[in-house]
Nanobody, 126 residues
Framework: QVQLVESGGGLVQAGGSLRLSCAAS????????MGWFRQAPGKEREFVAA????????YYADSVKGRFTISRDNAKNTVYLQMNSLKPEDTAVYYC???????????????????WGQGTQVTVSS
């Protein structure tokens, strides 16, 4: 059984930082590209960042580029999202997701991912 568990969310002031973690189990982690998505109330879940299975390539939404960094530690079966210079518009529930590699490099759509965590709330105050 695959399980993804996010942690590290919380309340932070604008300009502050948070580091999210996602611990994976039930899969050979190093074989799975991973992504972070977020969903604000009343809005569609949107892509934030993704990382290839080896960690060799990363992808970011324009809205977070230069502020967020995705990384992974395959030895720990964990993917991270370092969030700096946070803005109120970053407020959302953040989800990590695992994408089964089927020979494509599409990472920005929710339907590309097979497993999802429960989400962790990030709230950025003004």
């Amino acid at each position: 059984q695959v399980q993804l568990v996010e942690s590290g969310g919380g309340l932070v002031q604008a300009g502050g930082s948070l580091r999210l973690s996602c611990a994976a189990s039930g899969l050979t982690f190093s074989m799975w590209p991973m992504g972070w998505f977020r969903q604000a109330p009343g809005k569609e879940r949107e892509f934030v960042a993704a990382i290839t299975n080896s960690g060799g390539s990363t992808y970011y939404a324009d809205s977070v580029k230069g502020r967020f960094t995705i990384s992974r530690d395959n030895a720990k079966n964990t993917v991270y999202l370092q969030m700096n210079s946070l803005k109120p518009e970053d407020t959302a529930v953040y989800y990590c997701a695992a994408k089964y590699y089927r020979g494509n490099d599409y990472y920005t759509r929710t339907y590309e991912y097979d497993y999802w965590g429960q989400g962790t709330q990030v709230t950025v105050s003004s």
